[in-house]
């Protein structure tokens, strides 16, 4: 019986799995689907990528147009997202 009950758990437990996903061209393992832009930029971060938490975040969309994502904004992302982070003065 008991097993049924952790199988429901698992099933319905919406914590998510990893996801890779790129950040300024590196390789960003992220707990996803769903996520912040602060959480992309923290993990970037943690895992070695050099951004500052103040960069402006952008998703490049399978269009070629790119989105801004604020810090607050919720993406969904998977193996196929890429994010570009750069200081919010750069103006290159």
Do not use: C, W, Y
């Amino acid at each position: 019986m008991g097993s049924t009950v952790e199988q429901a758990d698992v099933q319905s437990s919406g914590k998510g799995h990893s996801v890779a996903i790129t950040v300024n061209n590196k390789a960003v393992a992220i707990i996803g689907p769903r996520v912040t832009g602060l959480q992309i930029k923290e993990a970037a971060i943690a895992q070695g990528v050099e951004i500052e938490l103040d960069f402006q975040l952008s998703q490049e969309l399978p269009s070629g147009e790119t989105r801004i994502i604020g810090d607050t904004d919720v993406v969904t992302v998977n193996k196929k997202s890429v994010f570009t982070a750069v200081a919010g003065d750069d103006n290159s």
